[in-house]
């Protein structure tokens, strides 16, 4: 059986997650925290999350992950079915990856401490934000799904990528990125309109106590 390591209030984790609950693929849950030897052993970058083929062999990196996921389990599919459309489903996953997800990140210190950012690094996220949502409207067509009437792995992305970005950069620059994309807001309610999304939410929501008390200490 396939085994998913990471744990619950990791964005990246959810994402895989969501992915093989939707495709009612088997697996396993081994909770792992980053960095931690045992992750080290199946990825030398310590991320979460990973997951062990059922041939045992160790894969990283999210939207990789997500394409092995696609190919062994086709059905249902959740990549368009011309070259382009998939093209245009991971372009947009890189975009919500390289302009949003990953510079959030660069302020979660900040976030978590209370404190103002510094200026040019305020500046540069808040650049890369208002760049990547941009972007993003030029490239979906929510209808309902942001790639027209089909739901993709751009739309699971999207759902978990958003959550540290919308998180943070109301207060640290006040900016909301779900409002600077048209038809967002209400999609996100529909995404969080599922057995798959709610079970997903509630598993994160109990994993946050052990989560917080590991980074704080
Ligand atoms: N590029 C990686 C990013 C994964 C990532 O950043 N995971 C976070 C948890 S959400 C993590 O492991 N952070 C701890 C670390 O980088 O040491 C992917 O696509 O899977």
């Keep these: 059986?396939?085994?998913?390591?990471?744990f619950a209030m990791s964005n990246y984790f959810n994402m895989v997650k969501h992915a093989l609950m939707l495709k009612?693929?088997?697996f396993s849950e081994n909770k792992l925290y980053p960095q931690v030897?045992?992750?080290?052993?199946?990825?030398?970058?310590?991320k979460i999350p990973a997951i062990t083929t059922t041939s045992?062999?160790?894969?990283?990196?999210?939207?990789?992950?997500?394409?092995?996921?696609?190919?062994i389990y086709p059905q249902p599919a959740l990549y368009p079915?011309?070259?382009e459309g998939r093209a245009q489903t991971r372009q947009l996953i890189k975009v919500i990856e390289l302009y949003l997800e990953l510079p959030s990140r660069r302020l979660m210190g900040d976030f978590f401490a209370r404190r103002k950012p510094q200026d040019a690094l305020a500046a540069e996220v808040l650049k890369s934000f208002t760049k990547g949502c941009e972007v993003i409207?030029?490239?979906?067509?929510?209808?309902?799904?942001?790639?027209g009437k089909d739901l993709t792995v751009a739309d699971i992305?999207?759902?978990?990528?958003?959550?540290?970005?919308?998180?943070?950069?109301?207060?640290?620059?006040?900016?909301?990125?779900i409002s600077a994309i048209s038809g967002l807001?209400?999609?996100?309610?529909?995404?969080?309109?599922?057995?798959?999304?709610?079970?997903?939410?509630?598993?994160?929501?109990?994993?946050?106590p052990e989560f917080m008390a590991k980074i704080s200490g």
């Design 137 to 147: 409207n030029q490239l979906t067509d929510i209808q309902p799904y942001l790639l």
């Design 56 to 71: 045992g062999h160790h894969i990283s990196e999210t939207s990789v992950i997500l394409d092995y996921i696609e190919d």
């Design 185 to 208: 807001d209400e999609w996100q309610k529909m995404m969080a309109d599922s057995d798959i999304a709610r079970k997903i939410d509630a598993d994160q929501l109990e994993n946050r």
């Design 24 to 26: 009612g693929c088997e």
């Design 157 to 177: 992305f999207m759902r978990y990528a958003l959550a540290i970005p919308s998180m943070l950069s109301p207060r640290l620059l006040d900016f909301d990125p």
């Design 37 to 46: 030897p045992e992750l080290l052993a199946l990825t030398a970058t310590g």
């Design 1 to 6: 059986m396939l085994i998913l390591h990471g």
């Design 81 to 83: 079915q011309t070259a």
